[in-house]
């Protein structure tokens, strides 16, 4: 199976409490910032899991996936569902007229599948996510735990985390940890808190190179 890069975009269509259209010419307010950045580490990794706390599945759908394949000049957006449980019970499927993906995960193994490509579905036990690097065509690094994690069914743990700090005029937080890959070299695990409207905005993996593994970014949240 040979495929480059695949982002997941989660999108879950729903507005925000409080936002209501009247018809008229909206009018730009100054907002205070939910969270502070002087947060401390612990002081952030609470306020994220208790948004999801009690949260044990969900499904959204409307799910964007971009995948990029050898066979295809360009990358393809794919419209579909996802779905997930707790504790590693997780679904995506999607496709267009060109394309087709189904990623999943149960209690034993995870999977993939992306058409066009090779006609064959990729099968590997969750202990083994670290070794997909080695895959050839730079297989994204699925790895179950993590997805668990961005999706809001599995909590974080502070210690796992340091707090950067963006470039000036951002008003975002960062939540970075580094861990090693399977050949050695260091991955980035990134989630970014939007400190404005209070939730976090994007989860990304990225390698030693600075090239995004993965990438979901999630918007609308809902209560």
């Known amino acids: ?28 307010h100054h907002v205070d910032p939910v969270l502070s950045n002087t947060l401390s580490c612990e002081e952030l990794v609470d306020y994220l899991n208790s948004q999801n706390k009690g949260l044990h599945g969900w499904r959204c759908m409307d799910t964007h996936v ?54 064959a579905v990729m099968t590997w036990r969750h202990e083994d996510s670290h070794l997909l690097e080695y895959v050839p065509g730079n297989f994204p690094r699925l790895d179950p735990e993590w997805l668990m994690v961005i999706l809001g069914i599995q909590p974080l743990n502070a210690q796992d985390f340091r707090i950067q700090k963006p470039p000036a005029g951002s008003r975002n937080l960062w939540l970075v940890s580094i861990e090693d890959s399977a050949s050695g070299h260091p991955l980035r695990r990134v989630i970014e808190v ?5 939730f976090a905005r994007e989860h990304a993996l990225v390698d030693h190179n600075g090239h995004d593994l993965v990438r979901a970014q999630l918007a609308n949240y809902r209560t």
């Open 66 to 119: 971009q995948v990029k394949t050898p066979e295809l000049p360009f990358a393809q957006v794919l419209k579909g569902e996802l779905a997930c449980s707790a504790p590693n019970n997780f679904r995506l499927t999607a496709d267009n007229f060109a394309g087709q993906a189904d990623f999943g995960s149960n209690e034993e193994l995870c999977w993939a599948y992306v058409k066009p490509g090779e006609p």
């Open 194 to 198: 939007d400190t404005v409207r209070g």
């Open 1 to 28: 199976m040979r495929f480059y890069r695949i982002i997941f975009f989660l999108i879950l269509q729903a507005a925000l409490a409080g936002c209501r259209s009247t018809g008229k010419t909206a009018v730009v």
